[in-house]
Nanobody, 125 residues
Framework: VQLQASGGGLVQAGGSLRLSCAASGRTFSSYAVGWFRQAPGKEREFVATITSSGGTTYYADSAKGRFTISRDNAKNTVHLQMNSLKPENTAVYYC???????????????????WGQGTQVTVSS
């Protein structure tokens, strides 16, 4: 499985970005997907996740109400819509897949099996 994250960039505080994660392979609908981010000098942290069917989503407290994760299994794509961005949201954002098609969700980076290369998000004040 290969993942390609895109959509990052430079945005002013209060602005929006939509990240995308495109996956190769024929079994995308069998994977849970998570978004994580890592700021310079900090550990990678969980942002949001969505179950394989798209029926359940879960967000870090910092993302609730501002970020929305969604998926299109027909296009092997997951999106992370980020609104009302803040300078502290500046980080490299990574998408990750977990081989799991159940109803549970996972917030630990170690639970995921495949990782994309990351896309830089920079929010200026």
């Amino acid at each position: 499985v290969q993942l390609q994250a895109s959509g990052g960039g430079l945005v002013q505080a209060g602005g929006s970005l939509r990240l995308s994660c495109a996956a190769s392979g024929r079994t995308f609908s069998s994977y849970a997907v998570g978004w994580f981010r890592q700021a310079p000098g900090k550990e990678r942290e969980f942002v949001a996740t969505i179950t394989s069917s798209g029926g359940t989503t879960y967000y870090a407290d910092s993302a609730k109400g501002r970020f929305t994760i969604s998926r299109d299994n027909a296009k092997n794509t997951v999106h992370l819509q980020m609104n009302s961005l803040k300078p502290e949201n500046t980080a490299v954002y990574y998408c990750a897949l977990k081989v799991y098609s159940g109803i549970l969700f996972f917030t630990g980076s170690g639970a995921y099996d495949y990782w994309g290369q990351g896309t830089q998000v920079t929010v200026s004040s």
